[in-house]
């Protein structure tokens, strides 16, 4: 970790910024998508049970 932080170098600093955003925005995106089907399966179990969503 101290590495990192005396590392000068901009350009290392710069893509593992890049590489961070697009993990982040990856993991943003999938979890979006199972958060819409995980709530589309709960209404469907709602719907059976009798409840009205």
Same mark, same amino acid.
């Given at each position: 970790?101290? !590495? /990192?932080? &005396?590392?000068?170098?901009? @350009?290392?600093? #710069? ?5 961070? $955003? +697009? #993990?982040? $925005? #990856? ?6 998508? #199972?958060?819409? @089907? /995980? @709530? &589309? @399966?709960?209404?469907?179990? !709602?719907?059976? +049970?009798?409840?009205?969503?």
């Amino acid at each position: 970790m101290n !590495w /990192l932080l &005396k590392e000068e170098s901009g @350009q290392g600093m #710069v893509e593992y910024g890049l590489i961070l $955003v +697009l #993990v982040s $925005v #990856v993991a943003i995106g999938m979890l979006t998508n #199972v958060g819409d @089907q /995980l @709530q &589309k @399966q709960f209404e469907d179990i !709602w719907k059976t +049970l009798g409840g009205t969503p």
